[in-house]
């Protein structure tokens, strides 16, 4: 039987810091501090809410960060 993989750390970084932020400096910010997967919705998005290692998820209203979470 195949090993189960087992998912890398996330970076030592909170969601918060994001908040406020341009979205493109966001998402390049993130990508830098070693998120994977960096997912951008409009408000009110309808998504999926199973937990992802690995990805930082971002609200942007008017070009701007108004929210961010984990998974």
Do not use: C, Q
Request: hydrophobic content about 35%; charged content about 25%.
């Amino acid at each position: 039987m195949a090993p189960i993989p087992t998912p890398s750390a996330e970076p030592d970084d909170s969601p918060d810091t994001y908040v406020g932020l341009a979205a493109d400096r966001a998402e390049h910010l993130a990508r830098e501090r070693g998120w994977p997967t960096v997912r951008t919705l409009p408000p009110g998005a309808i998504i999926t809410m199973e937990y992802r290692v690995g990805r930082l998820n971002f609200e942007v209203k008017g070009g701007r960060v108004a929210r961010a979470w984990k998974g």
